[in-house]
């Protein structure tokens, strides 16, 4: 074999190497850019085991709960674990494992929960402000069930950023203050991404200044809910039960009012948008 072959096969071998490189970078760079559309970070992986954040749970006490602010702990399996009032205020919990889990009055403001595992968890009364909730698990199939309902009453949602299937959960109380719960416009390529609170029981929710523009609202139960400046601009309300609801200075542009309850409804004069349409009560 002569030199200048041998030279050759060098050079061919370098640029396979190189577009190898290249191509494997590319995916790097792909699989990156996906996550930041979804708003998801990889992150560094979880800081503490499972066993380790269990051994601080039971030493808590009513008087000190055990403090997990900011801690990473994506990805573990805290299933049926209690919590007992501890502060996540912060603190990671991406794709983590919390079925079954007691999380009632725990402090989980600024956390994130995106893509957890969230089927039967008790979040009564928890704080999830400012908390990131994109996409949790909520069911082992496609549809929601009852029986894997987490629960939600009374909860904390104020300024979280929300995109889940809620539809016929109990969140009956809950401050969704100024949450952004509306289409996420920005993934149209996936699809159209939105909460869906359809047949949900929001009895005395509070969606003051809340964004749920284009989300799924069908035949929820809104009674005596407060809506006062909420967006819910192309929101699909048919069906709803708006009884003594608050609506003033909401915007309904181009929102599916049909057949929609409004006895006693208050504000309706200042709603943007609004035009009752035939069947709307």
Excluded: Y
């Amino acid at each position: 074999m002569g030199s200048g072959e041998v030279a050759d096969r060098r050079q061919g071998a370098c640029a396979r190497a190189l577009t190898a490189r290249a191509a494997g970078m590319s995916r790097a760079v792909g699989l990156l850019f996906l996550l930041l559309i979804l708003g998801i970070s990889a992150g560094r992986g979880a800081e503490l085991s499972a066993e380790q954040v269990r051994a601080k749970l039971a030493v808590a006490t009513p008087e000190k709960p055990a403090d997990l602010s900011g801690e990473s702990l994506e990805n573990l399996d805290l299933s049926n674990v209690d919590f007992k009032r501890a502060n996540l205020s912060g603190a990671n919990l991406f794709g983590a494992k919390l079925d079954g889990a007691n999380l009632a009055r725990a402090n989980l403001s600024g956390a994130k929960l995106d893509l957890a595992w969230i089927m039967r968890a008790n979040f009564t009364d928890a704080d999830l402000s400012h908390t990131s909730l994109f996409g949790p698990v909520v069911s082992t199939g496609l549809e929601t069930s009852p029986a894997e309902a987490p629960v939600f009453k009374g909860t904390n949602f104020s300024g979280a950023r929300i995109i889940a299937r809620l539809s016929r959960f109990d969140l009956s109380g809950a401050d969704f203050t100024g949450a952004q719960l509306g289409a996420d416009m920005k993934n149209q390529s996936m699809g159209l991404m939105r909460t869906d609170l359809s047949g949900a029981n929001l009895t005395g929710a509070d969606f003051s200044k809340a964004d749920l523009s284009r989300a799924l609202l069908r035949f929820a139960k809104l009674t005596g809910a407060k809506l006062i400046g909420a967006d819910l601009s192309g929101a699909d309300l048919a069906g709803a039960d708006l009884t003594g609801a608050d609506l003033t200075d909401a915007n309904a542009t181009d929102a599916d009012l049909e057949g929609v309850v409004l006895t006693g409804a208050r504000g309706l004069e200042t709603v943007k948008g609004f035009s009752p349409r035939e069947g709307s009560k």
